[in-house]
């Protein structure tokens, strides 16, 4: 009996995880301190889901232990199975914030109550599989002779990498989110090529040639220094335009997007295979792989239209094909490196610095690490294959710099690539402290955050190294390239590199690391317990990347450059991990390098824990369960570690997220940990008090009074009081503005006076995802407190789903909300957009269906209106309108999508008329 209940163990604790999965905890502002407040489900789920992990776990094991007995002789025990489910007990970790008292003292418990919650389940999920598949495949595991080629194998991971970035790639590309930054500035050169002939881009900038990719904003041309012709060239490099040029004239930009895509993934497949060869070991070649590819900074840079994957793609060349094989040495009379390979290698690096001037000093450093492999080891008698190999090697790396400075010269006046930043200094020592470690450590910008794997490629370097012979040579020359490109973008004054995905100075270098990273992980094969940590490191990287995939629409890409990671607020809303983590942008070089070393010193020794005790023989179901919880106990350390060192300020953000989620139905149990009870969960909402205005701070002219707040629907209270004991009376009036366009929806009169505060109500029909007040400059000079507090919150299954609010307007007592920019709300009704498709919110409380009046008032027009129950098309002659009815839900509320197919400027229709807006059709609320 306790056999069996042994074995189903992680299947009950894996069902208490899910349950809590559903749970919502916040912390609420108290008197002595925050509270702890929480829903969760009905008791009756819990039941359910912990007898069907029990369930789950005894089916598994039945399943696995059939299908090994089919695939082969070697039977796997139903136990044996069950056992391979043993991660799945980590999913206890969710229920731990909803426990009383712990939280309270260690409250990074609560992390687990958060959305990193599903790195949780990602982590378990995975780990469970590659169990599982290994209990399957037991015995049928073989390893690559070290001289075996598996044609097979690079044609797989190129196809791997395609599938897995592929979708990502199509999805993103053309999005709000790409092309960004510098990627429209490389696109227009490439344009500027094809088009004109030449590399002038002010007339393509004039005319609008960005404007087949790149929507939004007018693109201003990034020149800092004319040239000798007086005519405006790009200071970004030419390389990339180059490649690009015929490529985007016959595909456009998301056909050059994927032959950027290809170019990363060629260079993920030789890399790979190198390193298969090389390590003998196809396994951790894939994981090293896995590592890199899948990674966060790969992954996001793979596709985007920067010099960085080209780059890659030649590094890993001139790296791979001057180093064919481990061990191999000069026989024959032919050198380690044939001139055929060498002169592959020289016109590989000769590309870098015509990619990018940042790409100069790797490549002197990969030119001297080819000529080292070309001469040593020493042997006369290949002497002359020697100096046949160097000059095919030289040759293109000493024609590509002579052209290279020539290119400046010809354009800018200057031998010199510092020539297009006039006397801008782009680079300095001085930013090198931040820049170097903050590529590999910054919160926001660092590779190693947003990919804890690679920190296994750091250790791995340095146990190349001791382990002497070729694998130290290899471990030096990979630390002498990595270390020339780290050095010069991190003395870069954006050493982070602007809007771009993160990482995007050191993508050149980075599958450098696969080769220890690989080492690493195979190596230490025999010991369960740090095998289990590596893949745990893995699976969170991978959980990174999934997050930033499926979270926010992708917006966590977008670093705000504030010293506070987007990703890590949006993990851990309730517990600041920010303040824990190290940051180059807005702490001291000292905090900085501080917190790092805690970071790694945490780091080493979980991993000096773990090899101790991986000397005693540990199952690797097991061995997993100990990893995971050593990188609990981590975190649990540096909480504890950090604060001492000296961490930053907690700002603990608005707690909307568990207002957003607020459910009755789903969650009907609330309980309040002050100490712990049952309350009623409408008593919630009304404990998260929302600040928009701080007494005493001024607001910025033309903005709003105090920050904008993100709200699910609802009825709230705004109060203002003063704070000011000086002021003994104010009157004026205050505005609640839906959006960022148009005016308030509802003012009111305010009057105060220290001893009485002021009160309103307002309702929300929809979440508002931008909401903000304006105040009477009488008002802002007392400069109160505003504070909103939430009253009721619809329950979040009852509410029309969330969309970007543009600008409200009120009709009497109807509203209508548009949730596009080309609606335009005026006082007597609103114009949408001709050709375009425009999504509205009405709200009429207290009806079922509303009437709306539809009129074509310019030209003929035919207006389509839909609803999420009907839909209708009108064809309108000018003057002509329409009457149709919206359905609305038990709250008045009513999502509709306009679309008209033509529409006219009243500026070409009357003369002297100064609106040049393209109106389609003309809507009002009707009685």
Same mark, same amino acid.
């Given at each position: 009996m306790i056999s069996a209940l042994r074995s189903l163990l992680p299947g009950l604790l894996a069902g208490l995880g899910a349950w809590c999965?559903?749970?919502?905890?916040?912390?609420?502002?108290?008197?002595?301190?925050?509270?702890?407040?929480?829903?969760?489900?009905?008791?009756?789920?819990?039941?359910?889901?912990?007898?069907?992990?029990?369930?789950?776990?005894?089916?598994?094991?039945?399943?696995?232990?059939?299908?090994?007995r089919r695939l082969h002789d070697a039977p796997v025990s139903p136990e044996a199975a069950r056992g391979a489910l043993w991660p799945m007990a980590a999913l206890s970790l969710i229920a731990l914030p909803y426990l009383p008292w712990l939280p309270d003292h260690l409250p990074f418990l609560t992390i687990f109550a958060g959305p990193a919650r599903w790195l949780v389940w990602g982590v378990a999920v995975a780990e469970t599989t590659w169990l599982l598949v290994h209990r399957v495949r037991s015995g049928h595991e073989g390893r690559l002779s070290r001289k075996l080629w598996l044609a097979p194998f690079p044609l797989a991971i190129l196809i791997a990498g395609l599938l897995a970035n592929g979708p990502g790639a199509l999805k993103l590309t053309g999005s709000s989110l790409f092309p960004s930054g510098d990627e429209p500035h490389y696109l227009i050169i490439a344009q500027s090529l094809w088009r004109d002939g030449d590399l002038k881009i002010e007339n393509n900038h004039r005319r609008g040639d960005y404007k087949e990719y790149f929507t939004g904003r007018a693109l201003e041309p990034h020149m800092l220094a004319r040239g000798v012709d007086g005519e405006i060239y790009s200071v970004h490099p030419v390389g990339l335009a180059v490649l690009l040029a015929p490529i985007y004239a016959v595909v456009g930009y998301r056909g050059a997007s994927f032959v950027v895509l290809l170019m990363a993934c060629v260079a993920a497949a030789l890399m790979t295979t190198w390193v298969a060869r090389v390590t003998g070991n196809r396994s951790a070649a894939t994981f090293s792989w896995a590592a890199l590819f899948l990674g966060a900074p790969l992954f996001y840079n793979a596709f985007t239209i920067y010099p960085e994957v080209p780059a890659a793609l030649a590094v890993t060349m001139a790296f791979t094909l001057s180093w064919p094989a481990l061990g191999r040495t000069a026989e024959g009379g032919e050198p380690l490196v044939s001139p055929g390979r060498a002169l592959a290698c020289g016109l590989a690096i000769a590309a870098l610095p015509w990619l990018s001037t940042k790409y100069a000093l790797m490549a002197g450093a990969l030119g001297l690490v080819v000529l080292a492999r070309v001469w040593w080891p020493l042997d006369r008698t290949a002497r002359r294959s020697r100096i046949s190999a160097t000059l095919a090697l030289a040759v293109p790396c000493l024609v590509s710099l002579s052209g290279w400075l020539l290119f400046f010269r010809l354009i800018w006046g200057r031998w010199s690539p510092t020539a297009p930043y006039g006397t801008q200094r782009e680079t300095r020592l001085e930013y090198l402290p931040y820049g170097g470690p903050g590529l590999l450590f910054d919160q926001e910008y660092g590779v190693v955050a947003f990919a804890p794997i690679l920190f296994l490629g750091l250790t791995g370097l340095v146990s190349l190294i001791r382990q002497g012979g070729d694998l130290r040579r290899l471990g030096i020359e990979i630390v002498a390239v990595f270390a020339a490109l780290l050095g010069v973008v991190g003395a870069f004054h954006l050493w982070w590199g602007g809007s771009a995905p993160v990482g995007r100075p050191v993508v050149s270098a980075l599958w450098l690391l696969a080769l220890p990273i690989a080492w690493q992980y195979g190596r230490?094969?025999?010991?369960?317990?740090?095998?289990?940590?590596?893949?745990?490191?893995?699976?969170? !990287? @991978?959980?990174?990347?999934? =997050?930033? *995939?499926? #979270?926010?629409?992708? $917006?966590?890409?977008?670093?705000?450059?504030? %010293? /506070?990671?987007?990703?890590?607020?949006?993990?851990?809303?309730?517990?600041?991990?920010?303040?824990?983590?190290?940051?180059?942008?807005?702490?001291?070089?000292?905090?900085?390098?501080?917190?790092?070393?805690?970071?790694?010193?945490?780091?080493?020794?979980?991993?000096?824990?773990?090899?101790?005790?991986?000397?005693?023989?540990?199952?690797?179901?097991?061995? !997993? @369960?100990?990893?995971?919880? =050593?990188? *609990?106990? #981590?975190?649990?350390? $540096?909480?504890?570690?950090?604060?001492?060192? %000296? /961490?930053?300020?907690?700002?603990?953000?608005?707690?909307?997220?568990?207002?957003?989620?607020?459910?009755?139905?789903?969650?009907?149990?609330?309980?309040?940990?002050?100490?712990?009870?049952?309350?009623?969960?409408?008593?919630?909402?009304?404990?998260?008090?929302?600040?928009?205005?701080?007494?005493?701070?001024?607001?910025?002219?033309?903005?709003?009074?105090?920050?904008?707040?993100?709200?699910?629907?609802?009825?709230?209270?705004?109060?203002?009081?003063?704070?000011?004991?000086?002021?003994?009376?104010?009157?004026?009036?205050?505005?609640?503005?839906?959006?960022?366009?148009?005016?308030?929806?509802?003012?009111?009169?305010?009057?105060?006076?220290?001893?009485?505060?002021?009160?309103?109500?307002?309702?929300?029909?929809?979440?508002?995802?931008?909401?903000?007040?304006?105040?009477?400059?009488?008002?802002?000079?007392?400069?109160?407190?505003?504070?909103?507090?939430?009253?009721?919150?619809?329950?979040?299954?009852?509410?029309?789903?969330?969309?970007?609010?543009?600008?409200?307007?009120?009709?009497?007592?109807?509203?209508?909300?548009?949730?596009?920019?080309?609606?335009?709300?005026?006082?007597?009704?609103?114009?949408?957009?001709?050709?375009?498709?425009?999504?509205?919110?009405?709200?009429?409380?207290?009806?079922r269906r509303a009437r709306l009046a539809v009129h074509a008032r310019l030209v003929p027009t035919t207006v389509t209106v839909v609803t999420a129950a009907t839909r209708e098309r009108h064809t309108l002659g000018a003057g002509e309108s329409i009457d149709t009815w919206i359905p609305l839900d038990a709250r008045g509320v009513g999502r509709l999508r306009v679309t008209t197919s033509d529409g006219a400027v009243p500026a070409t229709i009357w003369p002297g008329h100064k609106d040049t807006r393209f109106l389609g059709c003309w809507i009002e609320t009707a009685s």
């Open positions: 999965t559903a749970a919502r905890l916040d912390l609420a502002p108290g008197a002595d301190g925050p509270i702890r407040v929480a829903m969760v489900a009905p008791m009756w789920l819990l039941v359910l889901s912990v007898t069907l992990g029990g369930g789950v776990v005894a089916l598994v094991g039945y399943v696995v232990s059939r299908l090994a230490l094969a025999a010991e369960p317990l740090r095998h289990a940590a590596h893949r745990l490191l893995l699976w969170m !990287s @991978l959980g990174v990347t999934g =997050t930033i *995939a499926v #979270a926010q629409q992708g $917006l966590l890409l977008n670093a705000g450059r504030d %010293g /506070s990671s987007q990703l890590l607020e949006y993990l851990s809303p309730t517990w600041s991990l920010t303040a824990i983590v190290p940051t180059f942008i807005r702490s001291s070089v000292a905090e900085a390098w501080a917190l790092t070393a805690c970071w790694v010193a945490v780091a080493l020794g979980a991993g000096w824990g773990l090899a101790r005790m991986g000397r005693a023989r540990v199952r690797a179901e097991y061995a !997993s @369960l100990a990893a995971l919880t =050593t990188a *609990a106990a #981590a975190v649990m350390v $540096l909480s504890w570690l950090v604060p001492i060192v %000296g /961490s930053r300020p907690v700002v603990r953000p608005a707690p909307t997220s568990f207002l957003d989620s607020f459910d009755r139905t789903a969650r009907p149990w609330a309980i309040r940990y002050d100490p712990m009870r049952a309350i009623d969960a409408g008593e919630l909402p009304s404990l998260f008090t929302l600040i928009a205005h701080r007494a005493g701070q001024q607001p910025h002219e033309g903005r709003l009074f105090g920050t904008r707040l993100s709200l699910p629907a609802g009825r709230y209270r705004v109060e203002l009081r003063l704070r000011d004991l000086s002021v003994s009376e104010v009157e004026g009036e205050l505005g609640l503005q839906l959006g960022r366009d148009g005016g308030p929806l509802e003012r009111w009169k305010v009057r105060l006076t220290p001893a009485v505060s002021w009160q309103a109500t307002f309702e929300l029909p929809i979440d508002v995802n931008y909401l903000g007040f304006h105040a009477s400059p009488p008002l802002e000079r007392a400069a109160p407190d505003v504070r909103v507090t939430p009253l009721a919150i619809v329950d979040a299954r009852s509410r029309q789903p969330r969309l970007d609010v543009a600008s409200a307007r009120a009709y009497g007592s109807t509203q209508i909300i548009a949730h596009d920019h080309r609606a335009w709300l005026e006082p007597d009704g609103l114009w949408v957009r001709g050709r375009a498709d425009v999504p509205l919110t009405i709200w009429q409380p207290g009806s």
